[in-house]
């Protein structure tokens, strides 16, 4: 039997300041909104641009950056895995979402290199 691989690497730019979340045992994990673009020819050959914008969750230790460096408009590139995220609206409805669970950040330059 073949083993599955759930695996996601983005490189994107942080849509907002990240919330930073401390627990009671000391722990703490980062939640931030990550921007991706592409650019694409559409059925007519013109340039078009999409933003898909990426739930990402972090938890505090190896292979992380320092959260309190990072900022919105700050350029990472996250590799992690999808995880669904069951939920239910305020009017009963159940619902699914998908967030990506980091498990390395790396901060990129300007220039978009590590």
Known sequence: ME??????ELRGNVGFDP?????EDGGSFMKL???TNETF???KGELQEETVWHNVIAWCGR??????QIRKGSRLFVVGRI???????KSGTERQTY?????????LDN???E
């Open 41 to 43: 020819k559409n059925r």
């Open 99 to 107: 967030e990506i669970v980091a498990i390395n950040i790396k901060q």
């Open 63 to 68: 292979n992380m950056p320092d959260f309190s």
């Open 83 to 89: 995880k669904p995220v069951q939920y239910q609206t």
């Open 111 to 113: 220039e978009g290199k």
């Open 19 to 23: 919330k930073i979340i401390d627990l």
């Open 33 to 35: 909104s990550l921007a």
């Open 3 to 8: 083993n599955s691989v759930n695996r996601v």
